[in-house]
């Protein structure tokens, strides 16, 4: 049993994402609570361009901590239409704050029509605590 926090108003992705929509078109995306908690303290973090593709499934970003270096996948396609100036000078956000201050990117979806239907296909809240209470 863990005590991480997992909102239910979010999204995950089985490798410790969240996804929250904030536009129409837009979510989002930072890792959860229990990524953080894993990797310990976070003290670098390498994110993208904005404009630059993200494909489901695969790396984007790198989260480098005292312990490890770990890769950071998309949850869904898109493009970066927003990254986290923040974390350049204060990685540590990642840790003190996950689903706030310490979000990484986020992604234009092109098309809205699908959006709903994309979020739906992958982890609800209680999906996710299935997932890390394994």
Known sequence: M???????ELRYTAEHEWVRQVGPTVVRVGITD?????????VFVQLPEEGSAVESGESFAEVESTKSVSDIFGPLDGTVSAVNGELEAAPDLVN???????????????DK???????????DAA???AVIEG
């Open 34 to 42: 229990f990524a953080q908690d894993a990797l310990g303290d976070v």
């Open 127 to 129: 999906g996710y605590r």
């Open 2 to 8: 863990t005590d991480s926090n997992v909102p239910d």
């Open 96 to 110: 003190s704050d996950p689903y706030g201050a310490g979000w990484l990117v986020e992604i234009e979806i092109a």
């Open 113 to 123: 029509a699908t959006l709903t239907a994309r979020l739906d296909a992958i982890l």
